[in-house]
């Protein structure tokens, strides 16, 4: 078979494709905003796009010239993983990873093999339009440039060129101050710390971002939170944000720590320093989740109850352990590409920190939170605990959601959130606000009768 073929290039991109941009190849119910994952969970076989359908002969060439080795794999190889990628095998995804997006992340990026423009225009030629605002953000290829933003040297260039309301907001309300993490000392570490005028009677709410994210993902929670009277603390943990990643990145590369231990170590540091032994309402939101219960089970001493929200702990948006280390480097290379073209979700203003590509790449080789948190740890968690899941969540299944009130001790009620995926705290943050506020200031959260505010 001719590698160079019709037949090849549709193949070809095919399955890399399903890869490099995952809502190319998932014909989804409706067209929604996308909320990327490690691995996509495909629910369905992906369909092989046809040759008619995209230049093939330009699509095959651009693919072999960026993607070195894949003309010496082997073509029953290469065709036996793309069909059992196209029955949603995490496996083969991993094996695709590898075959397609393999090498050493740093001496890709040096080469400018992700400065690929063909690609780049493929995948956004595809990209319905409902999805580019989730990559780009509204009108980001209209209209003239916008005055740039007067931030702290810290935050960089790109969160300069932020316009929309609530991210300038959020951005404007980051501070960053040096917090001491036992394994590793000082760690310069992003934060938001808000303080309602009228405080409600109610413990401080804390919230944690998800994978390779920031306190930006929960810009449209904070002011409902603050105008209920509850006090918002929030942290940008290792993969994420501004925080400075090197302190956690040298000593897990090196083998000196693990990291759901050193980022349970910074969650604590920081909530000390922030509330001394008060209690908190602790918010994680996908990976996030898996964060949140690890602290909840290890530390209810400082946690009053529980929000998960499309938590990672009961299943992940990965193969295991073994293959997601196996898959480090090519994950992080796909990471590094989307982050070249401007296709990882908006708003991504941290892809430039220093460090960003190498703590995804150390974090990936740990194997994950799969290593510490799955069914025996959830089962120890104590604290009453409200489960919110968008109903249409394409990341994680909604079964989830049902196997935590089975397995957690005290789960007080799931509440599935309409019109809302994986990321409901964007996609329908007025619900997500609202069922936060019910829950953290209930007297009794088993009395609590309110019914939540419409979408």
């Not at 989804?28 to 040759?51: K, M, T, V």
């Amino acid at each position: 078979i001719d590698l160079r073929s019709p037949m090849a290039a549709s193949l070809l991109a095919s399955a890399s494709f399903a890869f490099l941009h995952t809502p190319t190849l998932i014909r989804p119910a409706a067209a929604q905003p996308l909320r990327p994952a490690l691995f996509p969970r495909l629910a369905q076989p992906a369909a092989l796009l046809l040759p008619e359908q995209l230049p093939s002969a330009l699509v095959a060439d651009s693919l072999l010239d960026s993607v070195g080795g894949v003309a010496a794999a082997g073509v029953g190889a290469v065709l036996l993983i793309a069909l059992l990628a196209g029955k949603g095998n995490m496996a083969s995804g991993a094996a695709l990873m590898v075959l397609f997006l393999g090498g050493d992340p740093d001496e890709r990026d040096a080469s400018g093999a992700n400065e690929n423009k063909l690609l780049k225009e493929f995948a956004l030629s595809i990209t319905p339009s409902a999805w580019k605002k989730a990559y780009q953000g509204e009108g980001a290829e209209d209209g003239e440039p916008a005055a740039l933003l007067d931030l702290p040297a810290w935050q960089g260039e790109e969160a300069r060129e932020l316009t929309e309301p609530e991210a300038v907001t959020c951005v404007q309300q980051m501070q960053l101050a040096p917090i001491t993490v036992p394994s590793v000392g000082p760690v310069e570490t992003c934060y938001l710390s808000l303080t309602p005028e009228a405080p409600a009677e109610a413990p401080p709410v804390m919230l944690i971002h998800g994978f390779d994210s920031s306190l930006l993902e929960f810009r449209y929670l904070t002011q409902p939170l603050l105008d209920a009277g509850l006090r918002v603390e929030a942290m940008e943990w290792w993969s994420g944000g501004f925080t400075a990643r090197a302190p956690f990145t040298e000593a897990i590369s090196a083998g000196k720590a693990e990291p759901w231990d050193l980022i349970r170590e910074h969650q604590l540091a920081f909530l000390k320093r922030q509330l001394g032994d008060t209690k908190v309402t602790l918010l994680g939101a996908s990976l996030g989740g898996a964060v949140a219960l690890d602290f909840a089970a290890t530390h209810p001493e400082c946690v009053d109850r529980l929000i998960l929200m499309d938590a990672g702990g009961e299943s992940y948006a990965q193969p295991d352990p073994f293959l997601t280390s196996l898959a480090a480097d090519p994950v992080t290379n796909l990471f590094q590409w989307r982050a070249t073209n401007g296709l990882l979700p908006y708003p991504h203003v941290w892809a430039k920190e220093e460090g960003w590509r190498q703590a995804l790449q150390a974090y990936l080789r740990s194997g994950g939170y799969q290593n510490r948190v799955s069914e025996p740890l959830i089962r120890t968690v104590p604290q009453p605990t409200l489960v919110l899941w968008g109903e249409e969540d394409d990341v994680l299944p909604v079964e989830d959601a049902f196997k935590y009130q089975e397995h957690l001790p005290d789960c007080v009620r799931v509440e599935l959130i309409p019109d809302a995926q994986h990321a409901p705290a964007l996609e329908n943050p007025a619900y997500v606000a609202d069922a936060i506020v019910r829950f953290a200031t209930a007297a009794d959260v088993r009395e609590d009768t309110r019914q939540p505010q419409p979408a």
